[in-house]
């Protein structure tokens, strides 16, 4: 029995011993990097997010944008994103609600600018004394720490029962301004006594 016993405990040593070196072998091939320095795609995206939230906050923590989209698709490669049907809505306390909207667009520099093509819309909600705006264009350029969305295509902008028409546009968050860069008309509806 005592021989049986001991031709059970090497065997056990044994398989132990035999599992101890094929883990040390295998850690060894990893580390020299065999198996990790697989050759990748270097156009390709790193990370695509369906339906994301981000939300970015002020230098005080304060939450200054939500951005929603049906996807993200990342490249680290020129830190460049692919955005499908961005909503970028400003959160700001003291400045009334604005929100973007498009079909696609590209965000460069960590998100602070993104461009925005296909049906882009920019709805400004009414404070104070200010009516509330709608802007419509085909294409703009949202610069996220200056605060301002920029376009230089056709613009058709509503405020309160005027309209504006217009090639490029200027829209300040900061204070609340929007210009027409060029070939503007305005249109101001008759008062009906």
Known sequence: MKSADRIGQFISVGLFLILAIASWGLTEYLQR???????????????????????RSDPTGQPQYRLEAASIVHSER?????????????LSANKPLTVVRAQTAIATDQLNRIDLKGNVLITR????GQPAARIETERA????????AVSDAAVLISRGTSTLQGVGMVFDQKTQKIEITADSRMIVPRDKR
């Open 33 to 55: 990097g065999r198996m990790m320095s697989a050759p990748t795609d270097a156009t390709g995206p790193n990370a695509i997010i369906e339906n994301p939230k981000i939300v």
């Open 78 to 90: 020129g830190d460049r994103s692919e955005i499908e049907r961005p909503v970028v809505s400003s």
């Open 125 to 128: 909600a009414a404070e104070g």
């Open 141 to 148: 350029t949202l610069l996220i720490k200056e605060e301002r």
